[in-house]
């Protein structure tokens, strides 16, 4: 489901180091979920969930037999929230959800396939939201001027996918020095910058291939790729297969 104030994710939730504009809540339902970024990792069973603000770096991971859903806010209705605990609260919070909101989510989540109503979204938030509370006011602050400037630089990077980017470009752009900028990019998302920079175009490349209304090379270019060769080497080398098989299915 996706609407301007709620997007809901279901199914294969796997997905590579990457942020966010909405203030996200995982919820898992079966199995494990593993969430993790440069600093941590959390293992999610049934029932648990945790919350992970805009513009934080995360990744996610389901073994076989992972059922789990994903709630995206629009920070247009988290911002209130988001101001009071993000700047002072934990990078992630894992929970456990108590059998009452765990009940009222589900029947939320069947009134809004019905029929959608904003009431009914804000209601879902605060429920949710809600059970992170005091969790998050016992939290000592924990994060780290390098990661905030890396994670800025990857708000910028989202923005300006299908330009001519390069490391030394948003180093100098954040007036940062480029072995450090270097460094700390290495170290807050734990890959370089390149290959961060190459799994965030495949997976924007993901989606329009399975929307189907773009050409390859269209797509290509799209994604920052400078050819369709380019293109076509980089998507093998992150999923198996060339762009066409991957859309063939």
């Known amino acids: ?40 990792t959390v293992a999610l069973s049934a029932g648990e969930g945790v919350l992970i603000f805009p513009h934080q770096i995360h990744k996610f991971s389901c073994d076989e037999t992972a059922k789990a859903t994903v709630f995206m806010f629009s920070y247009s209705l988290a911002e209130e929230f988001c101001n009071r ?19 009222f989510v589900h029947y939320t989540i069947s009134c809004l396939e019905k029929q959608y109503d ?31 400037v890396i994670e800025k630089a990857i708000e910028y990077l989202f923005f300006h996918l299908d330009e001519d980017l390069s490391l030394e470009k948003l180093a100098n752009h954040f007036n940062i020095n480029k072995r450090s900028f270097s460094r700390c ?12 920079l190459r799994n965030v175009r495949i997976e924007k490349s993901r989606s329009l291939l399975l929307k189907n209304t ?5 797509i290509a270019y799209e994604c920052g790729f400078g050819s369709v060769r ?13 762009p066409t098989e991957y859309r063939k299915g």
């Open 118 to 148: 904003f009431y009914t979204v804000k209601s879902l938030f605060y429920a949710m939201v809600s059970a992170f509370r005091r969790k998050l006011q016992e939290m000592l602050p924990a994060s780290a001027q390098d990661t905030f």
């Open 185 to 196: 990019f290495k170290e807050t998302t734990e890959v370089t910058f390149g290959e961060f």
């Open 85 to 103: 605990f993000q700047k002072n609260g934990p990078r992630m919070q894992k929970i456990s959800f108590d059998a009452e909101t765990l009940s």
């Open 230 to 242: 380019s293109f076509n080497r980089a998507f093998a080398e992150v999923m198996g297969c060339t």
């Open 214 to 218: 773009m050409t390859i090379t269209k």
């Open 1 to 40: 489901m996706k609407t301007e104030a709620l997007m809901i994710q279901q199914g294969d939730i796997n997905c590579l180091v990457h942020i966010n504009p909405e203030l996200e809540v995982l919820l898992v339902e079966s199995g494990i979920v593993t969430v993790g970024d440069a600093r941590s």
